[in-house]
Nanobody, 124 residues
Framework: QLVESGGGSVETGGSLRLSCVVSGYAYSDGYCLGWFRQAPGKQRVGVAAIYRGGRTTYYPDSVKGRFAISQDSAENTMYLQMNSLKPEDTAMYYC???????????????????WGQGTQVTVS
């Protein structure tokens, strides 16, 4: 139900845009979409979240100002625009979805029920 694409290798300071096609969620459901990443040997952490329709977004300080999450409801696709990439951004990136009646989209892994397969981002 969630399929990521767009990962790859990029030099420090470069940009990438990740995409996630989302199916199985209706606007009336109320849901959050999120991007998480997991570097080798580290826990998976959230880097961006958006409430359906795009009116509310969330970012941790580590990526604020560099990453931007968006949703194209017509295409059922979520995006993560990543700019000014750093080597520490290297990780497997996952999109995730959570049913959520309010627009409080916390970046807590356990709140998300459905996950994509991941796409690798490497910054050198």
């Amino acid at each position: 139900q969630l399929v990521e694409s767009g990962g790859g290798s990029v030099e420090t300071g470069g940009s990438l845009r990740l995409s996630c096609v989302v199916s199985g969620y209706a606007y009336s459901d109320g849901y959050c979409l999120g991007w998480f990443r997991q570097a080798p040997g580290k826990q998976r952490v959230g880097v961006a979240a958006i409430y359906r329709g795009g009116r509310t977004t969330y970012y941790p300080d580590s990526v604020k100002g560099r990453f931007a999450i968006s949703q194209d409801s017509a295409e059922n696709t979520m995006y993560l625009q990543m700019n000014s990439l750093k080597p520490e951004d290297t990780a497997m990136y996952y999109c995730a979805a959570a049913l959520q009646p309010s627009d409080e989209c916390l970046l807590i892994e356990s709140r998300y029920q459905n996950w994509g397969q991941g796409t690798q981002v490497t910054v050198s």
